[in-house]
């Protein structure tokens, strides 16, 4: 046997493949991903095993921070902002710290997440939330770290930590209640200038109805006064109308509200389908 790997060695050396050994990690990684009303959570983490050791107080200290998990940082993401605590937290991704305690836990969103393990230097500006819990004792065992997302409701829920036969819990709520409201004025109200002129666009592109286009991108421009590239659209759908007179109008327009944005490139465009509709200048 020992003859076959120094051959089998020797022959992935001369044809320059580089071998690894893979194997199980002893501190596997997890990927939770969790919609709270209308907000995505996302939990990346290692799991570490008690195997027959002692946890909390033991393999994990009372009253230290600990890196709340194994290997890299464990981290929260949040697709919106939500309340921690109390606390506003905007949306984007933090490492979540902790201060286990007999009878209290701290856990911290910490804005750095590329440390492995805690900070070399801890830099409480960088905590931007924090929140101090009871710990839970629980009638059956945890093998694995285990973090997860539960307790969901419409407008929150709580990130929740189990090993041993301790969990902890932090409720936090998220801003399902003005999303929705937002999501109805918009679709209540109809469709957008930015909607009307894109659809303009695709049909005069496209070469379809542009008696429709034309509609569209009037709405823009009425909802859009100040739009001079909506209205360079406009001069281009009524050239290809035939309504040379209502696209020399529409360009002039461009044109002047295009040279008090001081956008040059839309000012050399008007200028030149004004020259090649014959326009008086």
Do not use: C
């Not at 009303?37 to 009372?62: N, Q, W």
């Not at 409720?171 to 999303?179: D, G, I, L, M």
């Not at 709405?219 to 007179?245: H, N, Q, T």
């Amino acid at each position: 046997m020992k003859k076959f790997l120094m051959a089998l060695s020797l022959i992935l050396v001369a044809t320059g493949v580089d071998a690894q050994i893979k194997a199980p990690q002893p501190s596997p990684s997890a990927k939770v991903m969790q919609t709270v009303g209308l907000t995505d959570v996302t939990l990346e983490y290692s799991r570490p095993a008690m195997r027959g050791r002692d946890i909390f107080g033991g393999l994990v200290p009372f009253d230290k921070v600990w890196r709340t998990g194994a290997n890299a940082n464990s981290t929260i993401s949040f697709s919106d902002d939500v309340q921690f605590n109390g606390v506003n937290v905007p949306a984007g991704t933090y490492a979540v710290y902790t201060i286990p305690g007999k009878k209290e836990w701290e856990v911290m969103l910490y804005s750095a997440t590329d440390n492995w393990g805690t900070p070399e230097k801890w830099n409480d500006a960088m905590v931007v939330a924090s929140a101090k819990v009871e710990p839970v004792k629980l009638k059956n065992k945890v093998e694995s770290w285990t973090m997860g997302i539960n307790e969901l409701e419409m407008d929150g829920a709580h990130l929740q930590m189990m090993w041993d036969d301790t969990m902890v819990a932090v409720p936090f709520s998220v801003p399902t209640a003005a999303k929705t409201q937002a999501s109805i004025e918009q679709v209540m109200s109809g469709p957008s200038a930015n909607d009307y002129y894109s659809a303009a666009t695709f049909y005069l592109d496209t070469k379809q109805d542009l008696k429709k286009a034309h509609d569209w991108i009037s709405m823009a421009v009425e909802m859009r006064p100040e739009a001079f590239w909506m209205y360079r659209k406009k001069s281009l759908i009524e050239a290809e109308m035939g309504k040379k007179s209502d696209a020399i109008a529409s360009a002039k327009k461009s044109l002047e509200l295009a040279q008090k944005a001081g956008n040059a490139d839309y000012v050399k465009l008007n200028m030149d389908s004004l020259k090649e509709w014959g326009a008086k200048m």
